[in-house]
């Protein structure tokens, strides 16, 4: 069944039959008026229907199913009512810390992270106590179903969130373990950026008839987001960050490297010019990652410098520039990158340090996202020619200085 989408939401919170509290909670949060996402995927979800949305990050959709989710919660019986499925531990905190401001002015809903990275007793000792919505990774939750710590009798909504990232880093298996063992009839919420030929089967094999909305498009969604690449030699990219943040003094700023030593390395040098700076990564410890993100979104750490893998899960709506100071080796890792602003509307604005041998990896994210983007001239930083004895270099320098004066 496929609901026909409207452009523009003509209805408000206020029409869609929300708790009182709830309307207090969405006031407190800033939530005026619903998003696309939200205002076509809570009516159907307050039907209890199971509903497909194709939607991207920054959308609001982490909203869209927690409105609902907390507004249909009955009395707490020995387990979880509901249990929401997300790719990564940071993505998993994130709407545990949306959804407890969604049920402000409910004292008695319990909502529970379960991702690796913690010692596993301290969830544990979370849901012995009783939870209403479990939010977790899906190998951290098949390992509590395993342990007999996550009880699955009392489920009556499942949500997976992002799931064609789920799918990409292989956790198809778990998720499928985990659905086949939930109580029917029970509701099911998919959201994806994309849905691909596995996540139809995944949709068909799980859900009843499901409400299809589609709030996206095939194409890189970058519209809102104002790009340039800078031609910069290697040597100087330091520099070259350094001035473009104390020139465009960003809210909040996401700077991907490519590697782990990498971010730390340059987290480093920057936190002798900028203040507020952190790194952040898949070897840094949990406690630490904990810390850093919740600086993060707090905004008392202004500038973020991160991998792709932990950058992916980054989901702050303050988030006013990224810059990709390693080009990415998957033209498709720049699209998730600059994503991480331009959220819920607002402008973003996205760097691209581009060397003096990386013209080929520039258009192939060009031809990506179908776009032409602008050369950034920044006085004092001009590409310096390449040496002669550099055999071939003088090619992909001029390369790079044509497109500089498309």
């Keep these: 069944m496929i609901r026909p989408v409207m452009e523009e939401p003509a209805t408000g919170f206020q029409s869609m039959g929300l708790s009182r509290g709830m309307l207090k909670a969405l006031a407190a949060a800033r939530y005026h008026e619903p ?115 996550l009880y699955l009798g009392d489920i009556f909504h499942l949500v997976l969130d992002e799931a064609d990232r789920m799918l990409d880093i292989g956790f198809r298996p778990d998720i499928e373990r985990i659905m086949k063992r939930l109580p029917e009839p029970h509701q099911t919420l998919l959201l994806s950026a994309t849905i691909s030929p596995e996540i139809r089967a995944l949709s068909h094999r799980y859900m009843q008839d499901p409400v299809e909305l589609n709030l996206s498009t095939d194409e890189p969604s970058v519209e809102s987001i104002r790009q340039y690449y800078v031609s910069v030699n290697h040597d100087r990219k330091v520099s070259l960050l350094v001035h473009l943040l104390k020139r465009d003094q960003p809210r909040q700023c996401i700077v991907f490297t490519r590697t782990k030593r990498g971010a730390d390395r340059l987290a480093e040098r920057l936190r002798r010019t900028i203040p507020g700076v952190a790194a952040i990564h898949g070897d840094l410890a949990q406690t630490a990652r904990d810390r850093v993100m919740s600086g993060f979104r707090k905004g008392t750490i202004p500038i973020l410098v991160a991998t792709d893998v932990v950058g992916r899960g980054i989901d702050v709506a303050n988030i006013s520039h990224v810059v990709n100071y390693d080009i990415p080796d998957d033209p498709e890792n720049y699209v998730h990158r600059i994503g991480r602003t331009g959220r819920m509307g607002k402008d973003g604005v996205a760097y691209l ?8 990896p520039l258009t192939q994210i060009e031809t990506l996202i179908n776009k032409v983007i602008p050369a950034h001239k920044v006085e004092g930083f001009e590409v310096s020619r390449p040496s002669a004895a550099a055999p071939g270099s003088r090619e992909l320098f001029n390369t790079v200085v044509t497109r500089s004066f498309r």
Aim: one cysteine or more; glycine letters at 14%; proline letters at 7%.
């Design 35 to 149: 998003s696309p996402i939200q205002a076509e995927f809570i009516p159907a979800a307050l039907d209890g229907l199971d509903v497909l949305g194709q939607a991207k990050t920054g959308t609001g959709k982490t909203a869209a199913f927690g409105i609902p989710l907390i507004e249909m919660l009955e009395a707490r019986g020995r387990g979880p009512q509901a249990i929401i499925l997300a790719p990564t531990r940071e993505l998993t905190q994130q709407i545990v810390v949306e959804l407890k401001k969604l049920c402000a002015n409910r004292g008695d809903v319990a909502v529970c992270g379960l991702y690796g990275g913690e010692p596993i007793e301290r969830q544990i000792r979370a849901l012995s106590r009783g939870i209403d919505i479990a939010v977790g990774t899906p190998g951290r939750v098949l390992d509590h179903i395993e342990r007999h710590t």
């Design 353 to 360: 340090f581009v060397g003096p041998d990386q013209g080929d």
